[in-house]
């Protein structure tokens, strides 16, 4: 009955089956919030080669991040574990962004509860994600909470793998906001990287995924983690 009332407040009725949603649609396989603001950048200057450790540069000693190696990860871990990733996610991508709308909050409190092995309607979470998916609402954050529901309707390791990447495109666009620039340059870039927010977001996801690898009983301290973090 708890997602029944939260259906209603977002304006919407209980569906009959698990509906499967593909992502929002945007050029590329990118996610869609990061499409219009990254779209002329070239890639190699925040990209790694797939032969450096995952997330770490062997020169720089800098964290990188890269979704091949993100989705390898993902791989390893336990649908909650999964979920927990994406939440803890989308709530450091929150933290500087404008308060998300009903339907955005209505999808993390699923998937918390969905993180901490809680029941719940996936009927109800279906819908919402179909809601949310056709409102298109191109904001990092927005994104954000849309892949950590999709991680729980779908159990895949896409959704979690995209919901990392609007969490680092939302610090790349704090470090931008910060830096005086009219082209992107690889130096430009590397400053990018190098912002203490960038590194920061990137650590936090490097360290959530090796948390996580001890399973479910590390879901309450990633998510505590992730809300100190966005406080």
Known sequence: MQYLFILAECGLTPRSTLTRYGRPPCPRGAPVSSCAARASRPASAVRVNSNVRPHISNTLALHRFEL????????????????????????RTARSAAPLDMQAKAALRLAEDFAH????????????????????????????AIYALSSLCKLDVDSPAWAAECAYNASDAEAQAGLSFSTYTS??????LADPRVQQELHLQALDLEHLRQ???AVPAVLSRAQLGAA
């Open 68 to 91: 091949a190696s993100v989705r390898a990860r993902l791989e390893h871990l336990p649908p909650r574990c999964r979920v927990a990733f994406a939440l803890a996610c989308a709530i």
């Open 117 to 144: 092995g809680r029941e719940i309607d996936l009927d109800a979470a279906a819908q919402l994600l179909a809601a949310l998916e056709a409102a298109a609402v191109d904001v990092d954050a927005q994104s954000s």
């Open 187 to 192: 130096e430009v870039e590397a400053q990018l």
């Open 215 to 217: 399973g479910v009983t």
